[in-house]
């Protein structure tokens, strides 16, 4: 698989999802936020997915999708979604198979021991299922705002 690349389409790929099977022709049609965090039920996750989550009826307003992905289980994602209240999909990369994709593994400081995770970052792909727009290593607060805007933006 080749990583993504801003002005260029999403290659395809296919992973498990809450809602079923996800590809990247799930991608076309509507703009695409596809956020990726390091693991359901950890404060910072638990935020930003709150945080899109009450932020999704802007978010539709503007023609845009949110798709949450992690290496969680499915059955994780399926007891995160029902603690959060999420209304949206979140995808069950355990292959790490769209991490690789877009870049996001990362060796990461963790209690001071160096760990590979996933470094929390946001996509933005339009209705074509081209990448236009990403955030890396990005801090919650504030970030599902700064998404927002651009999605308007966008729109």
């Not at 956020?35 to 989550?53: A, H, I, L, V």
């Not at 290496?71 to 999420?86: N, P, T, V, Y």
């Not at 990461?108 to 209705?127: C, H, P, W």
Request: glycine share 8%; aromatic share 8%; with cysteine.
């Amino acid at each position: 698989m080749t990583a993504v690349q801003i002005g260029a389409p999403i290659p395809d790929f296919s992973v498990p999802s809450t809602q079923g099977e996800f590809s990247a022709a799930d991608l076309k049609g509507k703009m695409t936020v596809l956020y990726f965090y390091p693991k359901d039920n950890t404060p910072g996750c638990t935020t930003e997915s709150q945080n899109f989550r009450d932020a999704l009826p802007e978010f539709q307003a503007a023609g845009a999708q949110i798709i949450g992905v992690s290496r969680d289980s499915l059955g994780s994602h399926e007891r995160f979604i029902d603690k959060q209240a999420l209304t949206f999909p979140l995808l069950a990369d355990t292959e790490e198979r769209l991490c690789e994709l877009f870049g996001v593994m990362k060796m990461k400081n963790m209690y001071g021991k160096q760990v590979r995770g996933i470094e929390r970052s946001t996509f933005l792909i339009d209705a074509q299922g081209v990448l236009i727009q990403e955030w890396r290593g990005i801090k919650v607060p504030g970030h599902v705002q700064a998404v927002l805007q651009a999605v308007q933006q966008a729109a």
